[in-house]
C-alpha cells in the first residue's frame, strides 16, 4: 500500500502537493498553515485571497478543498483544506475529516498530481484526539487508494509521539 508515515516538517518536502490544515477564511493561521505561508512566501496569501468567498468570510468550508501554486516551496502545489473543530464526535467530525482527505485527493487527480503529502489534519488547534484522526485519515486515505492505487501517499506528522499514533492506525487496520 503506498501509504508512508513519517516525522518532518511538511513545508520542506518535495511533493507533488502538501496538504494544508487551513482554516475556512484561507487566510493563514498558526502551526501547519503558518508554517506553510511562511515558507511558500507572500505570493501564497495573494493567491489565497483570490479564491472566491463562498460566504462572507468563507473561502473554503469544513470539510472542502481548494488549490493553489506552492510558490517559494519546494512542493509544486498547496491543497488547502479545513478540518473540523472537535466537539466531542456528535458533529458530523469524523465525516467532515474523512471529506477533507477524499476531497484532497479529488482535486489533486484533476490535476494529474500523484506524491501527495497529508499533515494530521485537526490534531492541533482544533483539538481531534490523534487516534481517532489517524484511523479516519488513514481509512479513507485507504478507501481512495483501493480505487486509485497511482497515488503515492506521505503522512507527514511533526513529532515523533504523533507519528507513532499515525503509523499504529496504518498497521493496524
Ligand atoms: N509540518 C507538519 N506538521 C505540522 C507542522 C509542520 N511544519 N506544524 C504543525 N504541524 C502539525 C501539528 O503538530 C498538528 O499535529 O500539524 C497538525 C495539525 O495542527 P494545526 O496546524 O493546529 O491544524 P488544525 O488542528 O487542523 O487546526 C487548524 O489552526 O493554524 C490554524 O489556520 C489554522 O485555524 C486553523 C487551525
Do not use: K
Not at 502551526?31 to 496569501?45: E, K, Q
Not at 477524499?102 to 484526539?129: D, E, M, Q, T
Request: proline fraction near 8%; charge should be neutral; hydrophobic fraction near 50%.
Amino acid at each position: 500500500m503506498p501509504i508512508a508515515v513519517i516525522a518532518a516538517d511538511i513545508t520542506t518536502l518535495a511533493a507533488d502537493a502538501i496538504v494544508n490544515a487551513a482554516n475556512e477564511a484561507l487566510l493563514g493561521g498558526g502551526g501547519v498553515d503558518g508554517a506553510i505561508h511562511r515558507a511558500a512566501g507572500p505570493a501564497l496569501l495573494a493567491a489565497c485571497r483570490a479564491l472566491p468567498e463562498v460566504a462572507p468570510g468563507v473561502r473554503c468550508p469544513t470539510g472542502e478543498a481548494r488549490i493553489t501554486p506552492g510558490f517559494a516551496l519546494p512542493a509544486r502545489w498547496v491543497i488547502h483544506t479545513v478540518g473540523p473543530v472537535w466537539h466531542g464526535g456528535g458533529r458530523d467530525e469524523a465525516a467532515l475529516l474523512a471529506d477533507c482527505h477524499r476531497n484532497a485527493l479529488r482535486l489533486a487527480r484533476g490535476h494529474g498530481l500523484r506524491r501527495i503529502a497529508f499533515p494530521a489534519i485537526s490534531c492541533g488547534v482544533y483539538g481531534y484526539p490523534a487516534p481517532l484522526a489517524a484511523g479516519v485519515a488513514l481509512g479513507t486515505l485507504r478507501e481512495v487508494l483501493e480505487r486509485d492505487p497511482a497515488f503515492d501517499i506521505v503522512l507527514c506528522c511533526y513529532s515523533e509521539p504523533m507519528r507513532a499514533v499515525f503509523q499504529a492506525a496504518l498497521t493496524s487496520a
